[in-house]
């Protein structure tokens, strides 16, 4: 079970100053990775809304970045070929990787559909946690929130992954979430022990502690 108490990566009084200090975990500084993947309308902005908002309740450094919302920002010069696909998720892990450097829980829900791409946006945080919101694609469709998939079946959309572009689901994920099965806040308890786990588990120093 998620225990808040147990987490490391929020902030702390120091004994001798009276000053909040961050541990810090070498040049990563405390900061996370988790990578939300999956069909559109598996649940993954769902999952993803709903660990941001527990762990921004407890003081976590914090942010989320929304695949669709940087489509309209950071990639809106990218269509949905497989290179720009690619490059879209190379941008993505970028501002990711960068956050978490910096002491940040870094939440990515993006579809990411390539394996490769997935493999390096890992490379490029040195703590990762890869979640795979997993939800048949009949389950999907019949979803539907946006309307994608009627218009991808319909032939008004072209290159719609599970439809006529390829998913490639994560072979050893850290996470996976079947959202057939199982309600949204058992997703969401499982992520953040994952992620608690993740942090925990990783030396930490809080700076001026003399350690290493």
Same mark, same amino acid.
């Given at each position: 079970?998620?225990? &808040?108490?147990?987490?490391?990566?929020?902030?702390?009084?120091?004994?001798?100053?009276?000053?909040?200090?961050?541990?810090?975990? *070498?040049?990563?500084? *405390?900061?996370?990775?988790?990578?939300?993947?999956? =069909?559109? *309308?598996?649940?993954? #902005?769902?999952?993803?809304?709903?660990?941001? +908002?527990?762990?921004?309740?407890?003081?976590?450094?914090? +942010?989320?970045?929304?695949?669709?919302? /940087?489509?309209?920002?950071?990639?809106?010069?990218?269509?949905?070929?497989? #290179?720009? !696909?690619?490059?879209?998720?190379? !941008?993505?892990?970028?501002?990711?990787?960068?956050?978490?450097?910096?002491?940040?829980?870094?939440?990515?829900?993006?579809?990411? &559909?390539? !394996?490769?791409?997935?493999?390096?946006?890992?490379?490029?945080?040195?703590?990762?946690? +890869?979640?795979?919101?997993?939800?048949? =694609?009949?389950?999907?469709?019949?979803?539907?929130?946006?309307? /994608?998939?009627?218009?991808?079946?319909?032939?008004? =959309?072209?290159?719609?992954?599970?439809?006529?572009?390829?998913?490639?689901?994560? =072979?050893?994920?850290?996470?996976?979430?079947?959202?057939?099965?199982?309600?949204?806040? +058992?997703?969401?308890?499982?992520?953040?022990?994952?992620?608690?786990?993740?942090?925990?588990?990783?030396?930490?120093?809080?700076?001026?502690?003399?350690?290493?």
């Amino acid at each position: 079970m998620f225990e &808040p108490s147990l987490l490391r990566f929020t902030t702390a009084s120091s004994a001798e100053d009276g000053r909040s200090t961050l541990p810090v975990h *070498g040049t990563n500084r *405390g900061g996370l990775t988790v990578w939300f993947t999956g =069909l559109s *309308g598996a649940g993954k #902005s769902t999952i993803c809304r709903a660990v941001y +908002e527990r762990l921004w309740a407890i003081g976590a450094r914090v +942010e989320m970045l929304d695949g669709d919302e /940087l489509r309209c920002h950071l990639t809106r010069d990218l269509g949905f070929s497989r #290179s720009d !696909r690619d490059e879209n998720i190379r !941008r993505i892990a970028l501002v990711a990787g960068m956050l978490a450097r910096n002491g940040v829980i870094a939440l990515v829900s993006v579809i990411s &559909p390539y !394996r490769a791409a997935r493999a390096e946006a890992r490379a490029r945080s040195a703590n990762f946690v +890869e979640v795979y919101v997993n939800a048949p =694609l009949e389950v999907c469709e019949a979803r539907d929130p946006k309307g /994608l998939y009627r218009k991808a079946r319909s032939g008004q =959309l072209h290159g719609f992954t599970g439809i006529d572009d390829p998913y490639e689901p994560p =072979l050893y994920p850290d996470v996976e979430c079947r959202t057939d099965c199982e309600r949204a806040p +058992e997703s969401v308890e499982r992520v953040l022990v994952a992620i608690n786990s993740a942090l925990t588990s990783a030396h930490f120093y809080a700076p001026g502690s003399g350690a290493q």
